[in-house]
Nanobody, 125 residues
Framework: QVQLSESGGRLVQAGDSLRLSCAVSGLRMINYHMAWFRQAPGKEREFVAASARPGSSTYYTEAVKGRFTISRDNSKSMVYLQMNGLKPEDTATYYC??????????????????WGQGTQVTVSS
């Protein structure tokens, strides 16, 4: 059974940094693309960042480029999202997800089958 469990979300001030973690079990991570999505209240879930299998390439949405960094440790089955320079508009529930689709679909929400329960990040101004 595949399980993804996010942690690290909390209330921070604008400009602060935060690192989210995702513990993965039930799959061999080296074979999966791993991604972070987020969903703000009243909005659709959106792509944030992805690490393509086995972990050499990364992809980001424009809004977080230069501020967020996705990384993975396949040996520990962990995925991370380092978030620097946080802004109030980064406030959302952040989800970890895994996928085996072709690289062309790595940003597409419906290509991900396994999801965590989410961790809340709130950025105050």
């Amino acid at each position: 059974q595949v399980q993804l469990s996010e942690s690290g979300g909390r209330l921070v001030q604008a400009g602060d940094s935060l690192r989210l973690s995702c513990a993965v079990s039930g799959l061999r991570m080296i074979n999966y693309h791993m991604a972070w999505f987020r969903q703000a209240p009243g909005k659709e879930r959106e792509f944030v960042a992805a690490s393509a299998r086995p972990g050499s390439s990364t992809y980001y949405t424009e809004a977080v480029k230069g501020r967020f960094t996705i990384s993975r440790d396949n040996s520990k089955s962990m995925v991370y999202l380092q978030m620097n320079g946080l802004k109030p508009e980064d406030t959302a529930t952040y989800y970890c997800a895994s996928s085996t689709v072709a690289l062309s679909g790595i940003r597409q929400l419906d290509m991900y089958r396994a999801w965590g329960q989410g961790t809340q990040v709130t950025v105050s101004s």
